[in-house]
């Protein structure tokens, strides 16, 4: 069984931390994956302000944010501005690179795009990714070729500008298959890997889910007959969660799962790849919207085993 392997890197201290801690487990397992990465300032603590809505309050409470993510990473830029990521980036997308793994951009400002991504328009967003796949490329000596919109919250503008930077895919939405998305009633020559499987913040301490049970619920998500995608994150697997993470993985090798990079998931001939739409929705265990696949698209599970 094939799962394609997403890693979010959010923050400074995942970048310092959780990106090297990850190499290091994901080589003992021989496991190449897909890094995107937020390459400017960490503003992460502004995210507090939403504690206001229940919603969020109840899920920093459920996860027991404090000692998951921990208190640095939580307050990161609430009371002044938050560090640049770029400047501790250039070892860890090094080791990245070298460890043969696929490199993608995340975010330039994480926090700003999570609050804003409804309101940023076509030349704001292409803005945006120039900028960001310039300090991404200016380490890596090479054009990086994918993104991802943090928190899922991909838009019809992001969708315009991909089309104008010769990225090979976008992961932007959550859905249940690979799809190209209809732009301006055309589809558009940049398909959507969408995420296809819960986060660990999502689900912990929901309907008695805990670490205890956690890797064995995750598992039993994971089956032939559909589209696998994961995504961990650099400030969870990689740090606080990084023991549960290999005994994960212990699990896995043991039921021959495969993991693989987001690219490698791609069917040689892209014109097979299936048409769909990308429209805002909600998921459980998440606060506020996301761009979700249309459930009007469709199907076919045979196209990329």
Known sequence: MKVGLRIDVDTLNGTRIG???????LSQYKIRATFFFSVGPD?????LWRLLRPKFLLKMLRSKAGSLYGWDILLRGTFWPGPDISRVLKSPLEQVFAAGHEIGLHALDHQRWQKRAARLSKEEITGELSAGFKVINGYIGRDSVCFAAPGWRGTDNLLQAEMGTGL???SDCRGSHIFRPIVDGKPSDIPQI???????DEVIGRDGLSDRNYNEYLLSLLTEDRFNVLTIH???????????????L?????????????????PDDLSSIPTGMMEKGTIPGREGWVAVQSENSKFQASNFK
């Not at 212990?250 to 791609?266: C, E, H, K, M």
């Open 250 to 266: 212990d699990r896995a090798r043991d039921r021959d799962i495969t993991f693989l990079p987001l690219g490698s998931l791609l």
């Open 194 to 200: 969408p995420v296809t499987i819960p986060t660990y």
């Open 19 to 25: 990106v090297p801690a990850l190499i290091n487990i």
């Open 43 to 47: 503003n992460m603590g502004r995210h």
């Open 168 to 170: 090979r895919y976008g």
């Open 234 to 248: 650099a400030e969870v697997e990689g740090m606080s969660k990084s023991r549960l993470f290999k005994e994960f």
